[in-house]
């Protein structure tokens, strides 16, 4: 028995540290091809005016269309491996936050799994020049975000999501 659970735990620490360091693979290895999302070409369905898809031409991941279970899964992607998604339109729908940190306000979807007992954040940039609390509902406001999903780097190490040139519903 504590043979079984030796070899369990060696199993999934050596899958934690192959997904930990499957993001600072170089761009041109085949083996990423394998990992990059299966995404239509043209988005979902016809853009219709007045609507995100109009604005940005289409969207690659629409997140509003899946089971909580694949929502969750699909963002833990994005956050694992960011450079699979750059430049991808996204649409999330989730609850809206924002946090005060380095002199700054960040600006949040978090989005819970289907038991909604675990929640993972994407980072949001609205498109032109907007202040809080004017110009964002109240925190916990079920929100739906459209953007360009984007990295970016704070400090010589920490890169973050974030979704920019972003347009919000609620």
Known sequence: MKRTISLLCAVLTAAGILASCASEAPADNPADAALKPDLPAEGV???EP???ESRSGSIDVDLTKMSATMVYSEVYNMMALPD????????????FQ????DGRNYYVVLI???LACCQQGM???LDGDHSYPEDYPEPGTEVTVTGVFDTYMEGEYMRFCQLIDAT???
């Open 98 to 101: 924002m946090y005060e940190g």
């Open 123 to 125: 980072e949001f940039v």
């Open 45 to 47: 369905g016809s853009a």
């Open 168 to 170: 919000m519903t609620y």
């Open 84 to 95: 699979n998604y750059l430049g991808q339109t996204v649409r999330m729908k989730g609850q």
């Open 50 to 52: 007045g609507t995100d």
């Open 112 to 114: 819970a799994d289907a």
